[in-house]
């Protein structure tokens, strides 16, 4: 099996995205009988060995989009709240600095809190956006109207569609269609999705 195999889309019963499983974990769902069902294409097979009795090689084939029996899965709710990380922060953000509007590279990018932390902002979605450098050294441990600066887009909280979008750089087009009708069509992350890998 190649190193280089896409992720596999996971999804509760009822079909609400869950999260990104490597092939060899969704083949511990095929294997333990916990795939309810499937969508998109195929994404892998794995060959096993060969059996004494038939002669024949053992096999699992995967799909893109799988389904996973049991409730622990439909407990996490469509609308928790992502985890934050710089990464997915930089991408919600189009790697664009939130105060000159500049694109940068991520060494060139910092996490910059429209509160700051020291003055009772708080670590969320709500209260970051990204910023390069040179802007967050001009910002400092002040508001943006203490700085004299401006916020040319609003942060926002990625729902668990978008969040997916995020974390996977190389998305098969069959689960960018499952994702999309979960995703608001004002969400910046359809542009980032719509780009050129």
Known sequence: MATDAPLILTLDFHGVPHRWVTWQQAC??????????????????????????????????????????????????????????????FRRDHHTCAYCGGEFNFLRLTRDHIKPVSRGGRDTWMN????????????????????????????????????????????????????RPHVADHSRVLALADAPA
């Open 128 to 179: 970051v956006v990204t910023a390069c450098r040179h802007c967050n050294g001009i910002k400092r441990n002040r508001t943006p109207e203490e700085a004299g600066v401006q916020l040319i887009y609003a942060p926002y909280v990625p729902n668990r569609a978008e969040y997916l979008i995020l974390t996977n750089r190389r998305i098969l087009s069959d689960q960018m269609e499952f994702l």
């Open 28 to 89: 511990f769902y095929y294997a333990k009988n916990l795939v309810a069902w499937t969508l998109g294409e195929t994404a892998f097979t794995v060959y096993g060995g060969t059996s004494r009795l038939t002669g024949k090689r053992s096999s699992i084939s995967g799909q893109s989009i799988i389904a996973i029996k049991g409730k622990a899965m439909a407990i996490k709710g469509f609308n928790q709240i992502p985890p934050l990380n710089n990464r997915e922060l």
